[in-house]
């Protein structure tokens, strides 16, 4: 009798609340260079919402099994397979490639997974392949950095943006963090100086003379980092010193990035994208596996911490409606747990 896996697929892009549905899928056993992989847990980031929706940078053919992160465990391989085996975790080798996370178990082939430690909490082994890398690769690839230098963000409460704040403080550089305007501004932004924040300011007082004010006593910052755009991609422009680079990685406000002309002139600014689906394709499994296990590293020495709102898989449209921002307030990731 075949094992059957449950899935979450959708035949055609639309909203993710009217087009995924669940299907049952039947597992063939492995072939040669095959494994069969339990899921172990999963995230709803962004990133899935936007393939769903067809907006993203790949399309995978449809119908399509959603989610494109997450860790399962190796139960089967192949006769073939030297890579891997039974009880090794892994996750998919490649973010760009839609392998369809948002499932109890797949057989696929054993080049298509990377395998990864399995002495860090199973929720950042899930998550570590697209926030975490993305952190730590706009800090490692876009300015020489330096003990003592300054890194500007936005949208640092995020995950990228916690990521960033972190693994700063790690290389020991201090962090600039512009976030929303909030009622609990204070409150939030001592959350974000426990964990590194150098200093935490509005999008409003970013922009005002508070912001240079609160450079005072820092170098110029080397590097920008944008993930909202618009007048947010402004702010982090403002702080930065001649020569920066501003590196955009997500467009949240879906608004254009907004840079005065004289940055560009008076302040030489360099602005570059950064996806890292691509970075993935362009280097080797090697590097990857390197990256991730020093993340990982960090987040079972507790130096690289989330919080996470786990749900049971069977739970998945509840899970669905928090991560949408319909089911009330989200206290961190959502994450599908199988197990």
């Known amino acids: 009798m075949a094992t059957v896996a449950t899935t979450v697929v959708f035949d055609q892009h639309g909203p993710p609340d009217r087009v995924l549905r669940q299907d049952q899928m039947p597992l063939k056993p492995p072939e040669d260079n095959e ?8 995230p709803i980031n962004p990133s899935d919402i936007n393939l769903v929706e067809g907006t993203y940078g790949i399309k995978p053919d449809l119908p399509a099994v959603a989610g494109l992160e997450g860790v399962g465990r190796v139960t089967k391989v192949g006769p073939a397979v030297t890579s891997l085996a039974v009880s090794d975790w892994v996750i998919p080798a490649s973010t760009g490639k839609a392998f369809g996370t948002w499932r109890t178990a797949a057989v696929c082939a054993a080049e298509d997974l990377l395998k990864v430690r399995s002495d860090a909490p199973v929720e950042y082994a899930a998550t570590v392949a697209v926030n975490p890398c993305t952190a730590y690769r706009m800090l490692e690839d876009f300015a020489h950095l330096e003990e003592g230098d300054v890194v500007v963000q936005n949208g640092a409460t995020s995950m990228v943006g916690l990521a960033v704040i972190q693994l ?15 009622p609990n501004f204070e409150e939030k932004a001592a959350e974000l100086k426990a964990l590194g924040a150098s200093v935490v300011l509005t999008e409003e007082r970013a922009q005002s003379p508070e ?3 609160a450079m005072k006593g820092f170098p110029p910052a080397k590097l920008g980092l ?11 422009t ?27 002139i008076f302040k030489d600014i360099t602005c570059k994208g950064f996806w890292v689906s691509r970075w993935a394709q362009e280097h080797s499994a090697e590097e990857r596996s390197k990256m991730i296990d020093y993340l990982l590293g960090l987040a079972r020495d507790k130096k690289l911490t989330f919080n996470f ?9 509840f899970a669905l409606k928090k991560a ?8 961190g990731k959502q994450l599908l747990v199988f197990k």
């Not at 001649?242 to 879906?254: F, I």
């Open 211 to 213: 912001g240079k004010q």
């Open 35 to 42: 494994v069969e992989v339990d899921m172990l847990a999963a």
């Open 324 to 331: 949408l921002g319909k089911e009330g307030f989200t206290a």
């Open 168 to 182: 700063a403080r790690e290389r020991g550089l201090h962090s600039v963090n512009i976030i929303r305007d909030r």
């Open 309 to 317: 709102e786990k749900t049971p898989f069977t739970d998945f449209d």
């Open 226 to 236: 944008n993930c909202v755009g618009g007048s947010a991609a402004t702010a982090v």
């Open 238 to 264: 403002k702080l930065l010193g001649t020569g920066a680079t501003l590196v955009t990685y997500g467009g949240m406000s879906m608004k254009p990035v907004t840079i005065s002309t004289s940055y560009f």
